[in-house]
């Protein structure tokens, strides 16, 4: 299993919390803090304790990006979501250059995408995962396609009422 990094999130978290229980101590101690000081102190634990909650949002949802296989499917889980898709032949992950020169990952079908890679796994680390797993990284030429590009083979027109 491939988890996105916590990059400095972590270290916000951490931080954070510290800064919330030093600033704590002071307000819970009767006389020890009074006016300007005691006000100063309680905004100062406010303000750690919305960045606790700030890193531990952006935590849980860089966690919940994976990229995994079971030996059957590919599954690609976002922070909102999950694509499961079954290994076949023509799987393999496409790899184009966005405007900035950055690699951009796709899953393939052939040469149909099919569900973009999360940047936030790491390029060199889903490569390296796709070589563990047997599917091929294929370089390919012209902008990356966006979610637009894609065309969902079970979403079938409305009918018309009749």
């Known amino acids: 299993m491939l988890r996105a990094p916590l990059g400095g999130w972590g270290a916000i978290l951490v931080f954070a919390v510290s800064i919330m229980t030093i600033g704590a101590v002071p307000l819970l101690l009767e006389g020890l803090l009074v006016g300007a000081a005691r006000l ?3 905004l100062g634990v406010l303000a750690a304790f919305l960045g606790v909650v700030l890193g531990v949002t ?4 860089r966690w919940r990006t994976s990229l995994r296989s079971d030996g059957e499917a590919l599954v690609l889980r976002g922070p909102f979501g999950a694509s499961v898709i079954p290994f076949h032949d023509r799987l393999s992950i496409g790899r184009w250059l966005n405007h900035r ?3 951009v990952l ?5 040469s149909r995408p099919l569900t973009p890679v999360s940047g936030r796994l790491g390029s060199a680390r889903i490569e390296a995962f796709a070589s563990r797993v047997h599917l091929a990284v294929v370089d390919l030429e012209g902008l990356p396609p966006t979610t637009d590009d894609l065309v969902h083979p079970d979403s079938s027109p409305p009918e018309s009422p009749q």
């Open 106 to 110: 796709w899953v393939l079908d052939g």
């Open 101 to 103: 020169q950055r690699p």
């Open 58 to 61: 952006m935590v849980t949802l």
């Open 40 to 42: 100063a102190a309680f």
